[in-house]
């Protein structure tokens, strides 16, 4: 089995121009949920619930250290759709478009400035 470490991973947005912007170099994190709805279909007389598969989901949230250039892309990006391409590790990418939702930034007196950014996949997720 080959692991990996997410020190190797890379996070691809395209800015307000469509043009990808590789980010990598700001982030700390990545989470990329995945999930299916479920729709219930039981009925009386049924001792267990029964379910039938619905509509994929896909979320995307980025943590990161600030800095002007990364704020330059993420602030111009708000509320727009763009493509996303996410390797988290060598041999894997996850891409599609997205809308970003929300973008925070972060200052505290006890550290560096810091950023998050919410992303809402639209549509179906490709894997490479």
């Known amino acids: 089995m080959a692991f990996s470490h997410g020190k ?7 800015n307000s ?6 980010i990598t170099a700001y982030i700390i994190s990545v989470d990329f ?3 299916a709805d479920t729709a219930e279909v039981s009925t ?5 619930k029964e379910y039938i598969a619905g509509l994929k989901d ?5 943590e990161g250290k600030w800095d002007s250039t990364v704020d330059n892309t993420l602030y111009g990006i708000i509320g727009l759709t763009g ?9 894997v990418t996850y891409s599609g478009e997205c809308i970003m939702t929300s973008y ?9 400035v810091s950023f998050s950014a919410e992303f809402q996949v639209t ?3 490709s894997r490479a």
């Open 8 to 14: 190797d991973s890379t996070f691809t947005i395209d």
């Open 17 to 22: 121009g469509g043009t990808p912007v590789d």
């Open 33 to 35: 949920p995945i999930s």
């Open 44 to 48: 009386m007389g049924d001792s267990s």
């Open 58 to 62: 896909a979320t995307i949230s980025v």
């Open 83 to 91: 493509t996303f391409s996410y390797v988290p590790f060598s041999g």
């Open 104 to 112: 925070n930034v972060n200052a505290d007196i006890g550290d560096a």
């Open 123 to 125: 549509g179906n997720v």
